[in-house]
């Protein structure tokens, strides 16, 4: 069953049954509260710091920068630095049970869906700044192993929770189940979803929210939105067949397949709503405020998201807290999440009056060249903002004239942090002279994977080439055997398919990574590449010129800051994080069908120091080595099978 208001869709797990304590500055009381402006009809979820004695909440409607204040006067708040210091909350169990299914977002019957507890998206996983999350995966799919990654959430020193197959650790069997266990060190928006192939765009995919302070006042907030790309077929079949079909676009999971000139065979769900509350007319009172949680999960869409007659106000970019700054729409690429806050009050455009029913389409149109978008006028009419819950009519608005639909992250000098970094010089500068680090270009080779030296290739047809090494070489991991199982081998012998890159610096030294991209490489608008285990600092991003070392014009004052940037067309990015996270980590274009296609490699940061947080006989490598063991049992029990001519596999 699809969603049709937002209170009814996705779904939450409440894994505390925590009474609601209200808290005054010096009470004595514990601080456990309900996130800043939630709604207490429909959440009720709350943050526990029982452990924080003395401390209490200080987030208000007009001050959201404060999350807790201590009786002495200190504070935890929006320019507390977060990579070094964060409250104490609590332990968070949840539990996601992976199963087969069926699932209608459109009108047409997707037969193929792969789902969490049995919703798509699915469930929103909520913790405090400062929590531990642990969460149990149960991998009942039938055909398929699975493993799930944290989107965004820094890994500090747990890299063996990162969730990637091949990478940190051997792919979930069917019928077994695995605890991943990690900090919240951040807090804002984020998913959560698999990195097994291309299975998050079956449906394993849901909303990470981990609630701390904004960098701007709201009185309410709303529960996330996910925009993704929808297809009828699996995304495993589309790697091997390209053509998309009835695509639509999905907001929370409901989406109108009519609007791409197909005839639904299904109830076509209602769009997604979102309901605001009309300002006062009888009494001068400002409008309300409410905090909008933005996440593009898709397979391989950029969107450009707008609400007709109102403007976004964007306040976090990734987990990265921002100055506020105003627009009417913003430019999402796989992976990146905004926190956006839009007033209760429409405004009059150029060519779009204000509607007299207060109905309003929330639209996600799909940026130029990232993404296909085969539907006619109105394909991007996604969702409904209504004034009026009563009303069942679909809005007239108009949208804005002037959104921009290029496919370019949102302009560089508005991402500016809350917290400022100032990045220090490149430790991994290839001469004296250069002022970056190692350049890679994305390589597009649609025909080495025919030769006999890519036989074992079946999907090769990207790279992040090295300047320096001419060779094309796509990145392939093997399942049965993660890297993060040879930490204390010789680099000698990883297999060159692997791409493993070592930087081994001390943790106050600064690696930059140089990506490019030419015009010719790709018929791809943009490529949006995401780091994991590390917020990364983008040091300069250029559209439509080629990267030249001797005219770098890099901000280390602060620059922009995020996990994934888009790396645009015929330009360069050059990105800067620091080496103290120990560990294997991927980066990758999150298109799903590039990054199967090779389009990623690992950073091996501080070899030696991983091995000693991991070696072979760790408790948690143990763990890791038993979901290796039950994956290889489960792979030799199919051969077995395929062997004696089962046809059920």
Known sequence: ??????????????????????????????????????????????????????????????????????????????????????????????VLNLTNGTFNADGQPFTEAKLFNETYPGPWLEACWGDTLNITV????????????????????????????????????????????????????????????????????????????????????KRPLLITDWS???????????????????????????HYNYTPTLDVPDNYELHFNKTPTDKPTRPKRYLLRLINTSFDTTFVFSIDNHWLQIV????????????????????????VIVEANPLVGDDNPIPDDGNFWIRTWVADRCGIAPGGPGYEQTGILRYDNTSITAPKSLPWTKISKSCSDETYSSLRPKLPWYVGPAANAQTVEDVA????????????????????????TFSLQQSDNPQFRPLQINYSDPVLMHLGESRDTYPPKWVVIPEDYTEDKWIY?????????????????????HDFAILQQEEHQLYDPSKLNLKLDNPPRRDVVLLPNGGFVVIAFKADNPGIWLMHCHIARHASEGLALQILERQTNANRLFPLDSPNLIDANDICVEWKNWQHAQKEEVFEGDSGI
Not at 26 to 40: C, E, G, L, Q, T
Not at 180 to 197: L, V
Not at 233 to 258: D, E, R
């Open 316 to 339: 976090s970019a990734d987990f990265v807290p921002i100055e506020p700054y105003f627009n009417t729409s913003v430019l999402i690429g796989i992976g990146q999440r905004y926190n």
């Open 232 to 258: 009828h077929n699996s995304a495993f079949q589309l790697l091997f067949n390209p053509a998309w079909g009835n695509k639509t676009i999905l907001l929370n999971g409901a989406g109108n397949v009519s």
């Open 1 to 94: 069953m699809s969603p049709v208001a937002e209170y009814g869709y996705p779904p939450s797990q409440h894994p505390l049954g925590v009474p609601v304590t209200h808290t005054h500055e010096y009470d004595d009381n514990p601080p456990i509260f309900r996130p800043p402006a939630a709604n207490p009809n429909d959440h009720d979820f709350v943050c526990d710091y029982s452990a924080m004695e003395g401390w209490f909440p200080c987030s208000t409607p007009e001050n959201r920068e404060c999350w807790l204040r201590n009786k002495d006067g200190r504070e935890l708040n929006i320019h507390t630095n977060y990579e070094n210091i964060a409250p104490v909350g609590i332990t968070r169990h949840y």
């Open 437 to 460: 680090g190692e350049q890679f270009n994305v390589t597009l080779d649609t025909e080495s994977k025919n030769t006999e030296a890519f036989k074992d290739y079946p999907l090769a």
């Open 513 to 533: 990574l140089v990506l490019t991209m030419e015009p010719t490489s790709s018929v791809t608008g943009a490529h949006p590449i995401h780091l994991h285990g």
């Open 138 to 221: 149960v991998n009942n799919i039938v055909g398929n192993g699975t493993s799930i990654h944290w989107h965004g959430i820094r890994q500090n020193q747990t890299v063996d929770m990162d969730g990637v197959n091949g990478v940190t650790q051997c792919p979930i069997a069917p019928g077994q189940n695995f605890t991943y266990s990690f900090k919240t060190t951040q807090y804002g928006t984020s998913w959560y979803h698999s990195h097994y192939s291309v299975q998050y765009a079956d449906g394993l995919q849901g909303p990470l929210t981990i609630h701390g302070p904004t960098s701007a006042p709201f009185d309410a907030s």
